[in-house]
């Protein structure tokens, strides 16, 4: 048989029979090209770029056609069929050239912002003119002259103890200040701050946006002048402990103090965010003067010590939506006492300033396209539209996504297992690790891969039930009955012995398929309550707090997402929190998210039993009805094959 | 004037199920039973003939029932301590088929074994020509060793082994699988979860005309109603073609109906209910008259006399009326 030269990095050459897999060659070669799936042309981690073509790929499915035409070829899917050059990339790059892979938009300081026209709190340097025997006038009318004459600025309002400082301020300052005023309210410019001195121009002024989920609350630090984010921080929502859903947290702020404790708990979770940031920021809290807040409608009354009680009960109502400006120090945020702090309207119970704020971030209303968009959290909030007409629905998917009600489940964050492949022979997983080092849990993305790879390995069935029969110990009768063991515990940062074996139970894959059936079967009545079809929409845009990336591919097999195209799929990140910081920066984007809850129909999934059809018909990997994931089902056709 | 009554022609069928084996197919059934094959919805003899009736199937113990009514142990009386004499006379109540329950535990408490299983199983096939289903207690762990047991000893009699549930399917669907059996799987009053149970069964290999599917009802006055409109989903999605819904149907209006306070209580009840006897036949009877009449291919009872009764219900039902 004819033999060829394979060349690997110009380096190792080898010589091998015409037909060998290019996976082969490289073990020959002695060059280390990692199959974590076994060889089996589902994990894409063995991606090489062929320089000299003398090859054939028999199987692409993890490549794009951009893929291929640029050289790519999977070394356990190529075979050997002439003299050929490969270069094998560092493994992190091939982890981000994957089309499946959606790595989270960078946050980018929106364009043209500027923050003498968009911004609402502005900074002034006043140098006054110190008073004298022959110039009596009094501190305040000295003070509000010099704000008129060099900012043009007439004062509308002052807080009585601001009023009380200002002497000593213009005093210590030697008659120089720098102003901080609040501008959103055009006719009457209220006074923040007047500190000492004068602050160069390049000064940050400070700003942070936060979202409040039922689970995660983020909270990012913003200079308002550049518009940059400068610290970006997270922490689960403290109210977990009372609830981990929206109707249990009313239910427990409706008893006794419970409203207060509730209030105290999600403001020590913003204080920890803000000392953390402002570490960070080398900042004092006292600096910050604006805050933007989104949440959902419990959330926020919750956040406000406002009654929840009557989101709860039909029919159904909110104390408030559209919640004006509060000073922080009312709010009881430890920011600045007279920083604004300004509430994102939301449009109904269920449908809060998260998915407006969402909204607004993933510039849906502002295109033609039919988008779907999907703020992946707590409650998934589902919107469907483009510039002319958007729907919106909320099902309670509960918090396992974001790695909360699942045993080793943790937020995206250092030491959380991100990514999982499992060898389809072995049944041996390897997996990545946010940061780098041993595991200490999963987070939300890698919860998502670990059960399409189970599914797809056959250690889960569609029913999601384990398999017990498979040759490997890592298939064990568990305390809730039968688990995978993900990592063993001398491999993870817990330590060493059974108790502390990274494992995903029974009771966690009921929990995921439940959470991705409840937002998978609000797309579907979302599409049907408008008739049109969920596969024959533009894009598909998701929201949530995964962390820095999502595989659409697993999501689309275990029947999280659509069976659309992968290039159809954007991942946004977090995009109440990004909404958040939108209508921080700019009074326009801020007017947009009252405009889009004044466009947003919402439709109510408890009206009729057609949402529960959806949920139960979507409580199977991936679906009951197979017709709606072709791609799943072409992929299953193959081991369905081998294994009669 | 001539009157054209409008015909639905649907593009799926039922699929065809044969139950038991006789000599010649490797088992030892004198009988065997096909149902299903209906191409139309029940009784639409208009729109398409139904190839099989539905048949009979009467419940029987591998010992005597200790939560059964007193009506029927009374109706059987010594027959129902010795399962072979019980199936002989089941068998002359002219049923098509007979369902034996395994139960827990023996009279004495101690736990039920394969042994004691298999003996049974194979006292009831050498007493009758009928095919069987055999059915388990209800508890997993104890149905996988008894059913195993019981598959392997009867191995080409194309039994019905039950109840696989989506918790628990594999080892039963496996032991029928290996021995010429089939399997019947019960899902909770559901159509997308029967449709869930028959992929997962078929997704191991077991091939469809080997699956009964029980969606569960309820009995006369016990949700018989969403019972009723969930076989008809199911039929029509089967006759719109989804073929992992096209499996007949196997309902238990026996153990629904016995387990009412109206068929097990005749003391200290209104004076207005009449003759406990009678309305617990009633009972039973209308319970499965309303199922075969929303598509139940076996419908599996407990009392001859409502045998008696059924059967005048499907022949009048299958009779074809003469067409203009």
């Known amino acids: 048989m004819a033999e060829h030269t394979v060349v690997f990095d110009a380096a190792a050459e080898v010589s091998v029979p015409r037909g060998t897999l290019l996976a082969d060659a490289a073990r020959k070669a002695g060059v280390e090209i990692s199959q974590p799936c076994g060889g089996q042309g589902r994990c894409g981690r063995c991606a090489v770029k062929v320089t000299k073509d003398g090859v054939r790929r028999r199987s692409t499915l993890r490549l794009s056609a951009e893929d291929v035409e640029a050289g790519y070829a999977l070394a356990c899917q190529t075979v050997v069929e002439g003299d050929t050059e490969v270069t094998v990339p560092a493994q992190e790059k091939i982890a981000r050239l994957l089309t499946t892979d959606r790595t989270v938009a960078q946050v980018q300081v ?53 009023m009380r400082q200002l002497g000593a301020v213009l005093r210590e300052g030697e008659w120089q200040v720098t102003v901080v005023l609040d501008l959103a309210e055009e006719a009457a410019p209220r006074l923040i701050a007047a500190l000492p001195g004068l602050l160069p121009d390049s000064a940050p002024l400070w700003g942070a946006a936060v979202d ?166 707590t409650n998934g909030e589902i919107v469907l539209g483009s510039h002319d007409w958007l729907v919106t629905c909320a099902c309670s998917a509960g918090p396992a996504f974001e790695g909360a009600g699942v045993m080793h489940g943790m937020r995206a964050t250092r030491g959380a297992i991100e990514e999982v492949w499992i060898n389809g022979s072995t049944y041996e997983p390897s997996f990545r690790v946010i940061g780098g080092g041993q595991p200490q849990g999963v987070c939300g993305s890698g919860l998502l891969a670990l059960l399409a790879e189970m599914f797809l390995t056959g250690i889960l069935d569609k029913g999601g039930n384990l398999n017990s029969s498979l040759p490997t110990d890592r298939v064990r009768e568990g305390e809730h009955g039968l688990e995978y063991v993900i990592s063993w515990g001398h491999e993870t940062k817990n330590g060493d012995g059974p108790a502390n074996d990274i494992v995903i139970t029974r009771v966690d894959v009921d929990n995921l398929i439940r959470a991705k059936a409840s937002i998978y079967a609000g797309f579907t009545i979302l599409a049907d309550s408008v008739g049109f079809p969920l596969e024959a929409v533009d894009q598909v845009l998701v929201g949530g707090s995964f962390g820095k990336y999502i595989n659409v591919e697993k999501a689309v097999q275990i029947g999280l997402l659509p069976d659309m195209p992968w290039e159809g799929f954007q991942f946004l990140g977090n995009t109440a929190v990004k909404g958040a910081y939108l209508a921080l920066l700019d009074k326009h984007a801020r007017a947009r998210i009252s405009d889009i809850a004044s466009r947003m129909t919402y439709i109510e999934l408890s009206a009729d039993n057609s949402f529960f059809e959806a949920f139960t018909s979507a409580l199977f990997l991936p679906h009951t009805d197979m017709d709606r994931f072709p791609t799943v089902a072409k992929a299953l056709q193959p081991e369905l094959e081998t294994e009669e | ?182 399997v019947n799987g019960r899902t909770p009053m559901d159509v997308n979860l029967s449709k869930q149970l028959n992929i997962l069964i078929s997704d191991m290999g077991l091939p469809m005309d080997r699956i009964l599917m029980d969606p569960t009802t309820g009995a006369l006055g016990y949700g018989i109603e969403y019972g009723f409109s969930v076989m008809e989903r199911l039929r029509m999605a089967a006759l719109q073609g989804d073929s992992m819904t096209q499996q007949p149907m196997l309902v238990t209006p026996g153990f629904e109906a016995w387990k009412t306070k109206e068929s097990k209580v005749g003391k200290d009840v209104p004076a207005e209910w009449g003759d406990w006897l009678k309305r617990a036949i009633h009972w039973e009877t209308m319970t499965a008259t309303a199922l075969i009449e929303s598509g139940a291919d076996i419908v599996v009872l407990r009392h001859p006399e409502s045998v008696k009764r059924i059967r005048v219900a499907i022949d009048e039902l299958s009779a074809v009326p003469e067409m203009a």
């Open chain 1, 212 to 377: 409040i989920g039922t689970t995660t609350v983020s909270l990012w630090l913003v200079d308002l002048l550049s518009g940059e984010v400068q610290v970006q921080t997270a922490e689960y929502n403290r109210q977990i402990s009372r609830g981990e859903d929206v109707i249990s947290r009313i239910i427990y702020g409706s008893k006794n103090d419970g409203g207060q404790e509730m209030r105290g708990l999600v403001l020590e979770s913003i204080g920890q965010l803000l000392e953390r940031g402002c570490r960070r920021a080398k900042i004092d809290a006292s600096e910050v003067m604006k805050m933007t807040i989104v949440g959902n409608s419990t959330m926020m009354h919750l956040l406000l010590g406002i009654p929840a009680a009557s989101i709860r009960l039909s029919p159904f109502v909110t104390a408030v939506n559209q919640v004006p400006p509060f000073r922080a120090e009312d709010v009881g945020i430890g920011i600045h006492p007279e920083a604004t702090v300004d509430c994102i309207p939301g449009i109904a119970s269920y449908v809060g300033a998260d998915i407006t704020a969402g909204v607004l971030s993933s510039g849906m209303d502002d295109t033609e396209s039919i988008s779907l968009f999907i703020d992946i959290g």
């Open chain 2, 1 to 182: 004037m001539p009157i054209e009554i409008p015909k639905d022609k649907w593009p799926g069928s039922v699929r065809e199920i044969t139950l038991g084996a006789t000599a010649a197919d490797g088992g030892t059934r004198t009988s065997t039973v096909t149902v299903g094959g209906e191409k139309a919805l029940p009784y639409m003899h208009f729109e398409a003939q139904m190839p099989h009736k539905p048949v009979i199937a009467l419940e029987i113990r591998d010992r005597l029932p200790d939560d059964w009514s007193t009506l029927l142990l009374e109706h059987w009386g010594d027959t129902a301590k010795d399962p072979a004499a019980w199936a002989k006379a089941a068998e002359a109540t002219g049923v098509e088929l007979l369902q034996l329950t395994l139960s827990l535990t023996d009279a004495d408490g101690n736990p039920n074994t394969p042994e004691n299983a298999v003996a049974v199983v194979k006292s009831v096939l050498a007493a009758t020509g009928l095919p069987l289903l055999v059915f388990g207690t209800g508890q997993a762990e104890m149905d996988n060793v008894l059913l195993v047991a019981v598959a392997e000893a009867t191995q080409g009699e194309r039994l019905v082994l039950g109840i696989c549930e989506d918790k628990n399917y594999r080892t039963i669907v496996a032991a029928a699988m290996a021995n010429g059996h089939l």
């Open chain 1, 110 to 162: 929106p364009t043209g912002y500027s923050a003498a026209a968009d911004q609402t709190i502005k900074r002034f340097g006043l140098t006054l003119t110190p008073p004298s025997m022959v110039d009596q006038t009094d501190d305040w009318s000295r003070f509000t002259a010099g704000l008129r004459q060099q900012a043009g600025i007439e004062l509308g309002h002052i807080s009585l103890p601001l």
